[in-house]
């Protein structure tokens, strides 16, 4: 048996947001809640080990949960204060959800694939987090009878930004979402809409994710 030797986990802890802070995630509140979220409970017991390295790993699905530096910068860039009604879209395993519920007064999460909806849900309930609702369905259409958002966050990319959640950011809200063509070429964007309806529109990088399946996204396979 290959045993991996590892460090405790507070001093793993510690390493990632090294990493994290040293990716230009420094937002105080931002790691402090990273902190308090500890990564390997979102992971098989397979895949603990390597939990705390700045890497994306397998969910089942065929899904991945993202680098935790991707994580800290993507939450980062939503700039919260703590009263916010936020969608995120991509439940995925529920560590983005996590943390977003640490920094926002609510977060309605949505996910397409009800067995990881099912497994993100039961565990954020036994993490004790109670302010979020999760919905399983297309987010590419959002949530319009919850709408609008004053954060909303789309963990998958598409060759587009769908414009139904663009329609349901409310005045000053951003929408931080990687969108691109192909696999090899997404970059992440935040889009604030602005008082007259309009919006602004900045590129913060580029960025590695899995598809976005969806009415507005990519089209499902089979
Ligand atoms: N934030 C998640 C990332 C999971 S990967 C985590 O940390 O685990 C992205 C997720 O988006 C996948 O679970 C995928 O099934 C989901 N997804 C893709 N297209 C979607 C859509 N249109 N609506 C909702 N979820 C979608």
């Known amino acids: 048996m290959h045993l991996k030797n590892i460090a405790p986990n507070a001093t793993r802890m510690r390493r990632m947001l090294e990493v994290v802070r040293g990716k230009g995630v420094e937002d105080p509140k931002v790691l402090e809640a990273m902190a308090r979220v500890p990564r390997e409970l979102f992971v098989s017991r397979a895949l603990a080990v390597d939990s705390y390295d700045d890497v994306t790993l397998p969910i089942g699905e065929q899904q991945t949960i993202s680098m935790p530096s991707v994580v800290g910068y993507m939450t980062q860039a939503l700039g919260l204060g703590g009263r916010e009604k936020v969608l995120e879209i991509g439940t995925g395993c529920g560590y983005q959800t996590a943390i977003l519920c640490r920094l926002a007064r609510r977060v309605y999460t949505v996910e397409r694939l009800e067995r990881l909806s099912q497994a993100a849900q039961e565990r954020l309930t036994s993490m004790g987090y109670t302010n979020w609702i999760a919905m399983v369905g297309d987010g590419t259409l959002g949530w ?45 964007l935040r889009i604030t809409k602005l008082e007259d309806g309009g919006t602004r529109e900045e590129v913060l990088g580029r960025v ?15």
């Open 144 to 188: 319009q009878a919850q709408a609008p958002f004053e954060a909303i966050i789309v963990t998958a990319a598409g060759p587009r930004v769908p414009p139904a959640l663009v329609a349901q950011l409310a005045v000053g809200g951003r929408l931080v979402i990687p969108v691109g063509p192909t696999e090899a070429d997404q970059r992440l």
């Open 208 to 222: 590695v994710f899995v598809p976005l399946v969806g009415a507005q996204g990519v089209a499902a396979k089979g």
